[in-house]
C-alpha cells in the first residue's frame, strides 16, 4: 500500500473536503495530471472540468467535484485546491445545463459555452 | 406636574419600545453568531490565497511589465475609494465610524492635491457624502436584496472594480471596512487593494524553491491576481456583515437598558403623584369637615 496523500479542497465560502486519499486527477490549464503521495511541488491554475478523487490505490474515482475559476497547489505534504465554485458533480443538473448552454450558444457568449460544454462533459461521463 | 394619565401613556409606549430593541438585540446575537460562522468558513480559502500570494511575490520581481494590478499604473493621481457600509441603520456608530474614516481619507488625499472617486457597497455610508461631496459618488452597489454575503457577490464588486481600472479611471483603490474584534470592538480599517499590497516575505525556504508552476509564475499571478482582489472584499464584506450584527447588539442592549431606566423614573413619578393626589384630596375632605 502505497502512502496516502493529503487532500483538501476549498471554496470561499468553506471547506469541501478534506481527506487523505491515493491519488486526485487534476484538469490543469496545460492538460490534466495526477497527484499522488510525493509528488514534487508545483502550482498550477485549473481550467473549468471534474478532479476525480481515488481514494484507494488503484481503485475507481470515488469523487468528483466540477471545478470553476480553480487553482492547485501541491507541496511536499499534499495538495490543496482552491475553487472559486465547486459543484459535486453528481449534482449537477444535466438538463438546466443543456438549456443554459444553448442559450449561452445563441448569445454568443464564448467563455460560458466552454465551461457549460466541461460541465456538460463532465455530468455525462 | 403631567396628568396621571399622561404619564401612564408614557410608560406604556417606552414598553413597547423597550420589547422592540429587545427583540433587535435577540435577532442580532442570532445573526452575529452566522455571521461569525460564516467568517470562520471562508478562513481557509483567503489563509491558502495568502500563502501562495506571499510566495509567488516572492519569486516575481515587479518591474514594468508585471500585470497593472500589482505594479500600478505608475501614477497615484486618482484615488478610488471603496466604502463598504451596510444597508440598515440603528447599528450604532457602525456606519458613521467607516463613514468618519473615509472622510478623513479624503480631505487627507484632496489636501494633497488628488482626485478622489467614491464606490459604495451598501448604502448607509453614502447619505453623508452625498450631501458633500456628491459629484465624487460613481456608483453605489445595492446590497439590500442579499441576506448573507456570498462569494459571487463580493466577486461582482471586485470585477466592477478591475473593469473600471482597466479602463483608466483610477490609479489606486482603497476598501474601507470595519474590522470585526469583538461584539464590543469593531474598528473601521482601510485597506490599499490596487495596486496590490503584497505580505513581506522575509523567509524563502529551500523547499519553495523548487517548486514548479504550470504555466509560468507571470501568467498565474496575472490570473491570481483579479482572485485575490475578489478574496480581500469577501472578506471585507464578511468582516462587516459580523461587526454589524455586533454594533448593533451592542447598541440595542443599550437601549434596553436605558428604557429600563426610564420605566423605573417614570414609574417612580407616577406613584409620587399618585399619592399626592390621594394626599389632596384626603386634605380636602378633612379640612371640609372641620369646617362644619
Known amino acids: ?125 | 406636574m403631567p396628568s396621571l394619565k399622561s404619564l401612564k401613556t408614557r410608560i406604556t409606549s417606552v414598553k413597547s419600545t423597550q420589547k422592540i430593541t429587545k427583540a433587535m438585540k435577540m435577532v442580532a446575537a442570532a445573526k452575529l453568531r452566522r455571521a461569525q460562522e460564516a467568517a470562520e468558513a471562508a478562513r481557509p480559502y483567503s489563509g491558502r490565497m495568502a500563502a501562495v500570494m506571499a510566495s509567488l511575490a516572492s519569486k516575481v520581481t515587479v518591474g514594468t511589465e508585471s500585470p497593472r494590478l500589482l505594479a500600478g499604473t505608475g501614477n497615484d493621481k486618482v484615488h478610488l475609494l471603496v466604502i463598504c457600509s451596510s444597508e440598515r441603520g440603528l447599528a450604532g456608530g457602525f456606519n458613521s465610524n467607516i463613514a468618519k474614516l473615509a472622510r478623513r481619507t479624503l480631505e487627507e488625499l484632496q489636501g494633497q492635491g488628488k482626485t478622489v472617486k467614491l464606490l459604495f457597497v451598501g448604502k448607509k455610508a453614502r447619505a453623508p457624502f452625498a450631501r458633500t461631496h456628491k459629484e465624487l459618488i460613481v456608483g453605489t452597489v445595492d446590497m439590500s436584496h442579499i441576506k448573507s454575503v456570498a462569494f459571487a457577490d463580493a466577486k461582482a464588486v471586485a470585477d466592477d472594480v478591475v473593469a473600471r481600472f482597466e479602463a483608466g479611471e483610477f490609479d489606486v483603490a482603497h476598501l474601507f471596512f470595519s474590522t470585526f474584534r469583538s461584539a464590543l470592538n469593531q474598528e473601521p480599517t482601510r485597506l490599499q487593494i490596487i495596486p496590490a499590497a503584497l505580505p513581506a516575505t522575509g523567509d524563502a525556504t529551500g523547499a519553495e524553491a523548487s517548486v514548479e508552476y504550470e504555466p509560468d509564475e507571470e501568467a498565474i499571478l496575472a490570473d491570481l491576481l483579479p482572485k485575490n482582489l475578489a478574496v480581500q472584499v469577501f472578506r471585507a464584506l464578511l468582516e462587516n456583515a459580523a461587526s454589524e450584527q455586533g454594533s448593533r447588539m451592542t447598541a440595542m442592549d443599550n437601549a434596553t437598558r436605558n428604557a429600563g431606566d426610564m420605566i423605573n423614573r417614570l414609574t417612580i413619578t407616577y406613584n409620587r403623584t399618585r399619592q399626592a393626589a390621594i394626599t389632596k384630596e384626603l386634605i380636602e375632605i378633612i379640612s371640609g369637615a372641620e369646617a362644619l
Open chain 1, 1 to 125: 500500500m502505497a502512502d496516502l496523500l493529503d487532500f483538501e479542497l476549498v471554496s470561499p465560502e468553506r471547506r469541501l473536503a478534506k481527506a487523505k486519499v491515493a491519488m486526485v486527477v487534476v484538469p490543469g490549464s496545460e492538460g490534466d495530471f495526477g497527484v499522488l503521495a510525493g509528488h514534487a511541488p508545483m502550482m498550477s491554475t485549473i481550467r473549468p472540468g471534474a478532479i476525480a478523487i481515488h481514494e484507494t490505490d488503484g481503485g475507481p474515482a470515488t469523487m468528483r467535484f466540477f471545478i470553476e475559476g480553480g487553482f492547485a497547489e501541491v507541496t511536499a505534504t499534499g495538495l490543496t485546491i482552491l475553487a472559486e465554485k465547486a459543484t459535486p458533480v453528481a449534482e449537477i443538473d444535466v438538463a438546466a445545463v443543456a438549456s443554459e448552454l444553448a442559450s449561452a450558444r445563441a448569445a454568443g457568449d464564448e467563455a460560458a459555452v466552454a465551461r457549460l460544454e466541461a460541465m456538460q462533459a463532465a455530468a455525462t461521463n
